[in-house]
């Protein structure tokens, strides 16, 4: 199992600097109680979680958390604060500001850890739930347009518009990243990623479900004469995905 990553920002605590140090689950990847150093760490080694004291030199957490949401648009890291600072405005602040959590001191390693694992656990879950919904989404968009499931071109399709959804900007780059991508995840070539989607595209259109793909979309935008090529159709799928958000 890979370890996950904890930056610990918070000088005093030598209790908890030993027990991750040597834990078999997490990897203690920094430490500093100096927020200016805290902001130029975590933006380069990214940890899955920072455990933070609210008061540090140079900067405190808050302006660290507030510094990091600007700068990480990915790869944001779960922040626990940790501090003998117990007044509720401070609480609800650091959870407004989108903090994770907040663990008055004196703090336990084992209840530090707790915590963590529930906070991993509930990131799992809800993009496994999300990630659910979405083929769930776009099966039903396939199934409605005349997209047989058993052919191979519907699964490159559906991973193609679970991409697109991704990383949006991947349709302008079809041949050079999307066939690609979808090729190793499926153990092909691009070309057969491609092949196997036109034939889906041909199947659908063949089956004369022309209409369903119009009355979907709210526009009438092909006939029985025209067919959408691999990208628009993928991009007309992940617009829609990511439109409802």
Do not use: C
């Amino acid at each position: 199992m890979e370890k996950q990553k904890i930056y610990l920002a918070d000088s005093e605590d030598d209790v908890l600097a030993s027990y991750f140090k040597t834990s078999e689950r997490y990897s203690l990847v920094g430490m500093s109680a100096d927020g200016n150093e805290v902001l130029k760490d975590v933006l380069l080694l990214k940890p899955d979680f920072l455990v933070m004291e609210v008061m540090l030199a140079g900067m405190d957490g808050f302006m660290v958390m507030e510094n990091l949401k600007k700068e990480m648009k990915e790869n944001m890291p779960k922040i626990v604060f940790i501090s003998n600072l117990s007044h509720s405005g401070f609480v609800s602040k650091a959870i407004k500001e989108g903090a994770s959590y907040f663990m008055v001191k004196p703090v336990s390693p084992e209840n530090l850890e707790q915590r963590l694992k529930d906070l991993a656990r509930s990131k799992t879950s809800t993009q496994e739930s999300g990630e659910k919904q979405l083929e769930e989404k776009i099966s039903n968009i396939f199934i409605s347009i005349g997209i047989p499931a058993h052919i191979k071109g519907y699964q490159f399709l559906r991973e193609a518009v679970k991409l697109a959804v991704e990383e949006p900007e991947i349709i302008g780059s079809i041949t050079k990243r999307l066939y690609p991508t979808i090729a190793e995840r499926f153990d092909t070539s691009s070309s057969k990623v491609e092949r196997g989607m036109r034939h889906a595209i041909e199947v659908a259109w063949n089956r004369g479900k022309i209409e369903n793909i119009n009355s979907l979309f709210g526009l009438k935008i092909y006939n029985s004469n025209e067919k959408p090529t691999n990208g628009e159709l993928i991009a007309l799928i992940a617009d829609k995905m990511i439109m409802e958000g």
